[in-house]
């Protein structure tokens, strides 16, 4: 099948949207699905070229559609990108919300008149848009709408007026020093490009589908760094030994569900990890790159298993046998291992949070669309690029380490999942005691107390800022447990590891949630960049606590509603220990904006303050939204739901809740979160 040049067509959002042309989505597309994350990954990689690659046009992706023919209008059956193009619908419609608050500038306006997506047999997702598009960001009156869009739309108001406000703050951050709003609008509709892909008329479309869903896939940024980097080692002393080291060190760290330990041979796991496996053991990159060269057997064989012709030919099967327990004491790796746990970050965009740690002169965004850019800079600038390589391989390995150990992963189960913080610890053979070697995963702090509290923290960070991208909560952290890691703590016959302490790190994870509230999520005058948060004295900047900020609206980032939750938990762990963070992203009025009896509050600033609102999923906040909050109360309860400790708390209130009941419980939040900031 082949389209010719006059099927593909580059169309700005501009034209996308005041275009003649309509599309519909298919019923056989799945409903829309996009997750926070991804929306807010969009916006960010526009608001990030439009900073740094103004002057270029920025290609979103690609639109493959099928001419309806029957069709009087224009009107283009989706085959691909339906995520995409009813995301970009949805921004219009978030952006007319914001022109409706005079937030957008007037020569925005004429490119928010309409939508251009139709649902195939959908009448509630039709619905639903075409009430977002008219009402703004309020949830609908109506309770058979679409979840997900109305999610979305939320998602993209709030992280449209976010930008707002950034580029008009009065302190931006450096790059942003020339930029405004209204250039990221005209960057957004005149230099973001979709490639629109008409399938010739007479494309036979399951056929297509098949071509599309076994498409090859491409060469991987970082494999193609890894290539760059080894160039480097070309010409060191004992180069392919060097050579073999770092692929073996840069692939173990590239599998991001194991722990790194498992990765390597055996003869090298004590070495490099201490004898029972928890430990990490070369404290610079001379001493690494020895203790893998005193196993150099390992880069110069390979245990190839048992031949066939050995099996066949030998007659004493004991001896088979042992041969046999060899090889299963070298490995004893499970190979299901992997499908335990799932990390919180994908490995091209740890690599960026090393290179950050490595040479933390260079400014170095937590973005890994720029991941080849930022290491050929750095590779340039670098006096001796060979040990800028090794160095670099130690640090990831380093870091890897104690990502596993010290940092929260998913972890799976029959039946279950939940978060997990826990170190991998080698047992030995005992004689009368175990007669085989074998590995487990124990919690990293024999204390439950202190493992939970800190997978709550974590857990906290992680939900509030789900993407991939512009961890700087994760960076902290392990910049954190790289300066305090205490390798005078490797000793033998250890049981648990204690290179970290546990009031170190928890004291430390809460005073990085204390900073960004104060510097940036809670600030009303100075809204500080995470650099300036990394690198300055902030005992110098201004700390303002603006309590504007804690109402419907204006809550810049889901950190403080989370950070509420801690600070409740911590006045009452036990009634709350099972708590655990999910990724909840639905602001809910526990007495509503719409209530079904018509009795409003009328009273907007009682309404919408944080007394009156608590952080659920999408899921639970959908079809009880209008509900007023005893029969709220009700459902949870029988439910046995607990998303919110903050929810928990406001039903406590068992006998009514109204304008008196969240002023006082609006007042005892704004208490305790001044108790905790000051």
């Known amino acids: 099948m082949q389209t010719n040049n006059q099927d593909i067509k580059n169309l700005t959002i501009k034209e996308l949207f005041t275009g003649s042309d309509k599309y519909l989505i298919p019923i056989y597309q799945r409903n829309y699905e996009w997750e926070d994350k991804q929306i ?187 290539s760059r980097m080894m160039k480097e080692l070309n010409n060191c002393s004992n180069a392919k030994v060097i050579r073999r080291q770092f692929n073996m060190i840069w692939e173990a760290c590239s599998q991001m569900d194991t722990y790194v330990q498992l990765l390597f041979p055996k003869e090298l796991r004590m070495k490099l990890f201490g004898d029972r496996w928890f430990q990490f053991v070369p404290e610079s990159s001379e001493q690494m790159f020895q203790l893998m060269d005193s196993s150099s057997s390992v880069f110069k064989t390979e245990n190839e298993g048992i031949s066939f012709s050995d099996i066949v030919n030998t007659k004493d099967l004991s001896v088979l046998t042992k041969k046999i327990e060899q090889l299963q004491d070298e490995n004893i790796i499970n190979e299901s291992d992997s499908k335990q746990y ?8 740890f690599l960026l949070h090393t290179l950050k740690l490595t040479n933390p002169d260079f400014s170095v965004s937590l973005d890994d669309k720029r991941l080849l850019s930022f290491f050929k800079i750095t590779l340039e600038k670098a006096k001796d690029k060979e040990q800028f390589v090794k ?182 762990k036990e009634e709350y220990k099972e708590f655990e963070f999910s990724f909840r992203s639905s602001v809910e009025h526990y007495y509503p904006q719409n209530p079904i009896s018509g009795d409003r509050i009328e009273d907007d600033s009682v309404l919408n303050c944080i007394g009156n609102l608590c952080l659920i999923s999408h899921s639970n906040n959908s079809k009880l939204s209008n509900y007023l909050p005893m029969s709220k109360r009700e459902h949870y309860t029988k439910s046995q739901s607990k998303d919110s400790i903050k929810q928990m708390e406001m039903m406590k209130f068992d006998k009514s809740w109204s304008v008196d009941e969240i002023k006082v419980h609006n007042q005892s939040i704004v208490e305790l979160l001044k108790q905790s900031l000051l």
């Open 40 to 226: 807010i990954q969009l916006i960010e990689d526009i608001k990030d070229y439009y900073i740094e690659e103004e002057d270029k046009q920025y290609y979103i992706g690609t639109l493959v559609v099928n001419r309806r023919l029957e069709s009087k209008e224009p009107l283009y059956e989706t085959i691909d990108g339906q995520q995409r193009l009813t995301t970009f619908n949805l921004l219009i419609c978030a952006l007319k919300a914001l022109a409706m608050e005079n937030k957008i500038p007037e020569s925005v306006n004429d490119f928010l008149s309409k939508t251009i997506i139709h649902f195939e047999s959908r009448p509630i997702s039709e619905k639903t848009i075409e009430f977002v598009f008219n009402n703004g960001s309020d949830k609908p009156n109506f309770t058979d709408f679409n979840d997900n869009i109305i999610a979305g739309n939320r998602v993209l108001y709030n992280q449209l007026k976010q930008l707002e406000e950034q580029f008009s703050s009065i302190r931006k951050e450096v790059s942003w020093k020339s930029k405004t709003f209204e250039g990221f609008l005209n960057y957004l509709f005149h230099k973001v490009i979709i490639v629109r892909v008409q399938v010739p008329l007479d494309t036979d479309l399951n056929h297509y589908f098949e071509i599309m869903n076994s498409r090859g896939e491409q060469l991987e940024k970082h494999e193609i760094l890894k």
């Open 342 to 349: 799932q990390p919180i970050i994908n490995f091209e965009n």
């Open 391 to 572: 160095e670099f391989a130690y640090q990831l390995l380093k870091n890897k380490f104690l990502l596993d150990q010290y940092v929260i992963k998913r972890k799976y189960l029959v039946g279950e999942d939940f978060w997990s913080l826990e170190v991998l610890k080698f047992y030995p053979k005992v004689e009368n005691v175990r007669d085989k070697e074998s590995y487990n995963y124990v919690n990293l702090y024999s204390d439950k107390n202190k493992n939970d509290e800190l997978i709550l923290l974590l857990s906290m960070f992680h939900v509030s800022i789900p993407t991939q991208v512009y961890k700087y909560w994760l960076f902290e952290a392990l910049k954190f447990l790289n300066e305090v890691y205490s390798f005078h703590a490797n000793k033998k016959g250890l049981e648990n590891p204690e290179n970290v302490h546990f009031e170190n790190y928890a004291d430390f994870l809460r005073s990085v949630a204390i900073k960004f509230l104060k510097y940036r999520f809670l600030n009303g005058e100075q809204e500080l960049s995470y650099d300036e948060l990394l690198y300055d004295n902030l005992e110098e900047k201004n700390e303002s606590f603006n309590l504007d900020l804690l109402s419907y609206g204006q809550i810049r980032n889901n950190l403080v509603f989370n950070y509420i939750d801690y600070l409740l938990w911590q006045i009452n």
